[in-house]
């Protein structure tokens, strides 16, 4: 048996690992051989790691465990866990899943004795990286660039994530947007980039529109949007722009710019221009606006509703 111990803010990469190991599993049975348990309770948990693995092999459970860390588990709890994890089934691999809330400022607390047991076993931090760690997201665009067999130039990397930002998991999906468009043997360049990859600045034009109430311009912007990307994606960008927004309003008062760049992970004087830009903004306005996105998130990824567009139209509207 395998334990692996995956933690962080960056859920791509989390979930990227999490893909490397399912990719061992037979085809045929991924069905039985592949469960993912959200935080189950103590007695489920020793039975999940007690598993035994049917007739088709090797069997790999996801353990989303974030919940674990605020709690408290007594010594014979914690010798329970232990005794299970190293006395488990050859053909059992599981993983340990702590996803921390991105730009949250939170950290696992390394001291707790769960932490101890798994850390002795297959452990990754898997960060966000700083908008301001240009360098390291630069790196990061080409070698997931070349993972593509995608050629890109070095303007238009810095372009990119002048454009998108730090989010890994939309610069993947623009990187795969630009390999569909260079081929089959063209290069991508920064004009292409600007061209087809969705921009902040669009997006902070639409976002501030609505902050300043002018929802008619804003519907303007989102259906400029809507030409490059998919309204869940604008969605799902704009979310990450409120959480930062929300946090910087709530603290501006009582934090630097410096300490609020560390705790929203962006430059300081981007924090500095957003001040400014929220000065006539309602903190209650903006956390109205997540609200009203996260309802309708949930309404289109349950089923609830199928006109994505309208649906995330309405949210902000509202």
Same mark, same amino acid.
């Given at each position: 048996?395998?334990?692996?111990?995956?933690?962080?803010?960056?859920?791509?990469?989390?979930?990227?690992?999490?893909?490397?190991?399912?990719?061992?599993?037979?085809?045929?049975?991924?069905?039985?051989?592949?469960?993912?348990?959200?935080?189950?309770?103590?007695?489920?948990?020793?039975?999940?790691?007690?598993?035994?693995?049917?007739?088709?092999?090797?069997?790999?459970?996801?353990?989303?465990?974030?919940?674990?860390?605020?709690?408290?588990?007594?010594?014979?709890?914690?010798?329970?866990?232990?005794?299970?994890?190293e006395?488990?089934?050859?053909?059992?691999?599981?993983?340990?899943?702590?996803?921390?809330?991105?730009?949250?400022?939170?950290?696992?607390?390394?001291?707790?004795?769960?932490?101890?047991?798994?850390?002795? %076993?297959?452990?990754?931090?898997?960060?966000? /990286?700083?908008?301001? $760690?240009?360098?390291? *997201?630069? @790196?990061? +665009? #080409?070698?997931?660039?070349?993972?593509?067999?995608?050629?890109?130039?070095?303007?238009?990397?810095?372009?990119?994530?002048?454009?998108?930002?730090?989010?890994?998991?939309?610069?993947?999906?623009?990187?795969?947007?630009?390999?569909?468009?260079?081929?089959?043997?063209?290069?991508?360049?920064?004009?292409?980039v600007?061209?087809?990859?969705?921009?902040?600045?669009?997006?902070?034009?639409?976002?501030?529109?609505?902050?300043?109430?002018?929802?008619?311009?804003?519907?303007l912007?989102?259906?400029k949007?809507?030409?490059?990307k998919?309204?869940?994606?604008i969605?799902?960008?704009?979310?990450?722009?409120?959480?930062?927004?929300?946090?910087?309003?709530?603290?501006?008062?009582?934090?630097?710019?410096?300490?609020?760049?560390?705790?929203?992970?962006? %430059?300081?004087?981007?924090?500095?221009?957003? /001040?400014?830009?929220? $000065?006539?903004?309602? *903190?209650? @306005?903006? +956390? #109205?606006?997540?609200?009203?996105?996260?309802?309708?998130?949930?309404?289109?990824?349950?089923?609830?509703?199928?006109?994505?567009?309208?649906?995330?139209?309405?949210?902000?509207?509202?």
């Amino acid at each position: 048996m395998a334990v692996y111990f995956f933690y962080g803010d960056e859920d791509f990469n989390i979930e990227k690992e999490i893909y490397k190991l399912k990719k061992n599993l037979d085809k045929n049975f991924i069905e039985m051989s592949f469960k993912t348990y959200d935080n189950p309770k103590f007695p489920d948990l020793i039975s999940i790691l007690r598993s035994q693995p049917m007739m088709f092999g090797k069997m790999l459970v996801v353990i989303n465990c974030l919940d674990y860390f605020t709690k408290t588990f007594d010594d014979k709890q914690i010798k329970e866990i232990e005794s299970a994890i190293e006395n488990n089934n050859e053909n059992l691999d599981v993983v340990f899943v702590a996803s921390l809330p991105r730009e949250g400022g939170k950290k696992l607390d390394s001291r707790k004795k769960l932490f101890k047991i798994l850390a002795k %076993h297959n452990i990754k931090e898997c960060a966000s /990286i700083p908008s301001y $760690k240009t360098a390291e *997201l630069e @790196d990061w +665009v #080409k070698k997931s660039a070349k993972a593509k067999s995608l050629k890109i130039n070095p303007d238009a990397v810095s372009a990119l994530i002048l454009q998108v930002g730090n989010n890994l998991r939309q610069l993947d999906g623009e990187l795969e947007k630009l390999k569909l468009m260079c081929f089959p043997d063209k290069i991508a360049t920064k004009e292409l980039v600007k061209e087809i990859c969705i921009s902040n600045e669009d997006l902070f034009a639409f976002s501030d529109f609505l902050m300043m109430g002018e929802k008619d311009k804003a519907l303007l912007e989102y259906r400029k949007l809507l030409e490059k990307k998919y309204p869940l994606e604008i969605l799902s960008t704009l979310q990450t722009m409120l959480r930062r927004w929300i946090v910087i309003k709530a603290k501006a008062s009582a934090l630097t710019p410096f300490e609020l760049g560390k705790l929203t992970g962006q %430059h300081e004087y981007v924090v500095k221009l957003t /001040i400014q830009k929220l $000065k006539k903004t309602n *903190l209650k @306005d903006l +956390v #109205k606006m997540k609200k009203n996105l996260t309802e309708a998130e949930y309404k289109i990824k349950s089923g609830q509703s199928f006109n994505v567009e309208d649906e995330v139209e309405n949210a902000f509207l509202r």
